[in-house]
Nanobody, 120 residues
Framework: QVQLVESGGGLVQAGGSLRLSCAASGSFFVINTMGWYRQAPGKQRELVATITGGGNTNYADSVKGRFTISRDNAKNTVYLQMNGLKPEDTSVYYC??????????????WGQGTQVTVSS
């Protein structure tokens, strides 16, 4: 019922920038919190940043001051602007959205992931 499609990943040199986008589509009532998570090989998936429907944001300490999360509610899209990228930011980045599709409880949905590779 809900699809999340990410775009914007790629290869960049250390110190460079990338902008990720994630658009939600399908049939639903409301999208609550949206966020970005990442998972490097051999590691657990970790939170990068989240943003509520009202625009309140939360960041992992490792990305504070470098990454900015934003959303366009009219387009059901969340963005992640990544500046000052470091090799340790190399991961598959996943979009997440907490979505209410009916009168029941909301559920979490995930995108397919987009690779971000930062070369030193």
């Amino acid at each position: 019922q809900v699809q999340l499609v990410e775009s914007g990943g790629g290869l960049v040199q250390a110190g460079g920038s990338l902008r990720l986008s994630c658009a939600a589509s399908g049939s639903f009532f409301v999208i609550n919190t949206m966020g970005w998570y990442r998972q490097a090989p051999g590691k657990q998936r970790e939170l990068v940043a989240t943003i509520t429907g009202g625009g309140n944001t939360n960041y992992a300490d490792s990305v504070k001051g470098r990454f900015t999360i934003s959303r366009d509610n009219a387009k059901n899209t969340v963005y992640l602007q990544m500046n000052g990228l470091k090799p340790e930011d190399t991961s598959v980045y996943y979009c997440n959205a907490n979505v209410r599709v009916d009168w029941g409880s909301p559920s979490d949905y995930w995108g397919q992931g987009t690779q971000v590779t930062v070369s030193s």
